[in-house]
């Protein structure tokens, strides 16, 4: 006790308070004995006085981000310098301006990431430097698993924004007070300089923010480490192939349906984007926080294929039995004929009258009903026989030209329709991926700019 009160007397005047018998390392080590025993204290001369803690790294490479437990792992050096006031010393008198001692002999500040999730796997520096002056130079690799909040919503061309929080685990900022060692830039300087991992991620932004938890009165030193992912990849093995399938389904309306079998055609390409999605599953995303839009992309693509091919097999089947199908109703003639054709530009064509009404009641029934209506009585009797025969012949046969008159006109409205619900979900397929293209450019662009 005696010692100890001994050295903080020696501490309080203004001569040195270590003193070396010859400038060698056994002299300042045997002059530093005193130090060592004061180690389980926080080394200030008065109690009410803080210490400054100068934190600074410099990231060594960035090892991979797990997008659904939200985790990001680096490989960092991290930097952290204090002042012992304890100890101070003539370097000419000691012969060095510098030792290299054991951490365990000095007090050392409780500097924690507050996003630490994970056991640092790094190997541990049993040293630390010691300078003249009192200060204490801690170097050591760290493996950061950390905790980070991932909006994956603009995958892959999103901008990750994470944080490494340092401060003092049990002391207050009355205590321990966290500052940035080094400029910002200089940080980044040399993180850039110094990363070796060639991955997934792109740092391209580090930036500190000093902060003062009044709750927990924690001195906070925040820096904001901007990662960008590399989108090339993504691009080539999903975005491009998905665009591909897609525009040869865009370009199969051209096909006529009525010679080609366009449904087996869109068949194909849907088996063949479905097995595109499962061999592609593992390179999306996986979280419940957010659906990315690519997600949003692939559904829609093929969504659209599927309701492509139902419509195709809608319009195969007004071509072949048209005939057979009752007249148009009225609100599709007005909806889809009038409405619908004129936005696509496909107008409703000029009909044709083909009526009867130059026969009375009894015959224009019988013309519906397939019968030959018998000729006027007044005609019966003042007509030669050949000339009553060929009239009956000649009212047939105009029979059977109305009937076909009348189905052509109807198989040639329903052929319209199917020709505009075929341009309709065309140009929707050209707005789709126009639509789309000009999004994903303007993500691409955008996070390009960040």
């Keep these: 006790m005696t010692f100890i009160l001994f050295s903080i007397t020696q501490a309080l005047s203004l001569e040195p308070l270590l003193n070396c018998s010859e400038p060698t390392n056994l002299a300042l080590l045997k002059a530093l004995s005193p130090v060592f025993d004061l180690r389980f ?29 939200q985790l990001l792992t680096t490989y960092i050096w991290q930097h952290i ?7 101070s010393w003539d370097p000419e008198q000691c012969g060095t301006e510098e030792i290299t001692l054991p951490r365990t002999q000095f007090w050392t500040p409780d500097i924690v990431i507050n996003e630490f999730v994970s056991k640092n796997t790094a190997p541990f520096v049993p040293y630390v430097h010691v300078n003249s002056d009192g200060k204490i130079y801690d170097y050591s690799p760290v493996r950061v698993v950390s905790s980070c909040r991932l909006n ?123 097995v595109f999605l499962l061999l592609m599953n593992d390179l999306l995303p996986v979280t419940g926080d957010t659906i990315p839009l690519i997600n949003v992309f692939f559904a829609l693509c093929l969504a659209l294929m599927v309701a492509s091919l139902l419509e195709t097999i809608l319009i195969t089947n007004l071509h072949s039995s048209s005939s057979r199908f009752a007249p148009v109703p009225r609100w599709v003639r007005v909806v889809v004929l009038q409405k619908l054709g004129c936005c696509v530009g496909l107008p409703p064509k000029p009909t044709k009258e083909h009526s009867t009404d130059m ?72 707005l789709f991926i126009s639509v789309s293209s000009i999004t994903m450019i303007w993500i691409w662009v955008d996070s390009d700019r960040r």
């Excluded at 310098?81 to 100890?87: A, C, L, Q, R, T």
């Design 81 to 87: 310098v204090w002042k012992n006031e304890f100890i």
């Design 359 to 430: 026969y009375p009641n009894a015959v224009r029934e019988e013309i519906k009903a397939g019968k030959t209506p018998p000729m006027p009585l007044e005609l019966e009797d003042t007509t030669p026989g050949e000339l009553r025969e060929l009239g009956r012949d000649l009212r047939a046969i105009r029979l059977q030209v109305e009937k076909q008159l009348s189905g052509d006109q109807k198989s040639e409205e329903w052929i319209q329709v199917a020709s505009i619900i075929d341009r309709f979900l065309f140009g929707l397929y050209t």
């Design 41 to 69: 204290i926080r080394p200030v001369i008065n109690i009410n006085n803080y210490t400054e803690v100068y934190v600074s790294f410099t990231m060594y490479g960035i090892l991979g981000v797990d997008e659904k437990a």
């Design 152 to 274: 994956i919503y603009t995958f892959p061309f999103d901008v990750q924004n994470c944080t490494f929080t340092f401060n003092s685990y049990t002391h207050t900022n009355k205590e321990i007070v966290v500052n940035l060692n080094r400029p910002i830039t200089q940080i980044l300087k040399n993180t850039l300089a110094v990363m070796s991992t060639v991955g997934e991620w792109q740092l391209i932004d580090i930036t500190a923010h000093k902060e003062s938890d009044a709750g927990f009165m924690l001195d906070e030193l925040i820096f904001y480490i901007g990662l960008r992912r590399k989108s090339t990849l993504y691009v080539v093995n999903l975005i491009i192939p998905s665009c591909s399938l897609i525009t040869v389904d865009l370009f199969s309306f051209l096909l006529p349906p009525q010679s080609v079998d366009r449904s087996a055609f869109k068949m194909t390409l849907i088996l063949g984007y479905t």
